[in-house]
C-alpha cells in the first residue's frame, strides 16, 4: 500500500524552477518539477529540452531504474531501444522498461519532454553497442 504520510503536496509554477545546465547529459537543460522532493526520492519528474544540437547521442546504455516514461511534449526525438530505431513525436508516450539498452541519437531543436523515473536517484550505466546508430540530421 502506497505509504501517503510522507509524500507531500507540490506546486511548482512554471517560473519556479528555471531550466538549467548540470543534468544526465550536457546538450539537454533541466526543469525539475519538484516530485523528487515532494516523494522524498522515490519519483523524479523533469521536464528536459535540446540546447546543443546531437552530435554525439548519449552513447548506449541503461537505466537501474524500477519504472521509467517519456512523454514528448515538442518536437521529437530518434531512438534505438535494443535494434529497433524508434521515433517518439509530440504526444508519444515511451514507457522503457527496466534494463532496456538504447540509445538517443537525434532530435529536433525544439525537442521537449517530460521524464518521470523511480527512483530519484536511479543509475545510468554504459553498456555494449548493441548496433551501428545512424547519423543525426544536422540542424539548419
Not at 529540452?49 to 552513447?59: C, D, M, Q, S, V
Not at 534494463?99 to 538517443?104: A, E
Amino acid at each position: 500500500m502506497l505509504d501517503r504520510t510522507n509524500t507531500l503536496f507540490s506546486h511548482v509554477k512554471g517560473t519556479d524552477n528555471p531550466w538549467a545546465a548540470g543534468g544526465l547529459r550536457d546538450f539537454f537543460l533541466y526543469r525539475d518539477l519538484g516530485i523528487a522532493a515532494a516523494t522524498h526520492g522515490k519519483v523524479i519528474a523533469h521536464l528536459v529540452k535540446a540546447n546543443l544540437a546531437p552530435e554525439e547521442g548519449t552513447g548506449w546504455h541503461r537505466h537501474e531504474a524500477d519504472f521509467q516514461i517519456v512523454i514528448m511534449i515538442k518536437g521529437w526525438a530518434k531512438f534505438m531501444y535494443e535494434d529497433q530505431v524508434t521515433l517518439v513525436e509530440a504526444g508519444d508516450c515511451v514507457h522503457q522498461r527496466p534494463g532496456i539498452r538504447h540509445y538517443l541519437f537525434d532530435y529536433s531543436p525544439d525537442m521537449e519532454y517530460l521524464e518521470i523515473v523511480s527512483p530519484a536517484d536511479f543509475k545510468t550505466v554504459d553498456v555494449e553497442p548493441v548496433c551501428e546508430i545512424p547519423k543525426p540530421a544536422p540542424w539548419v
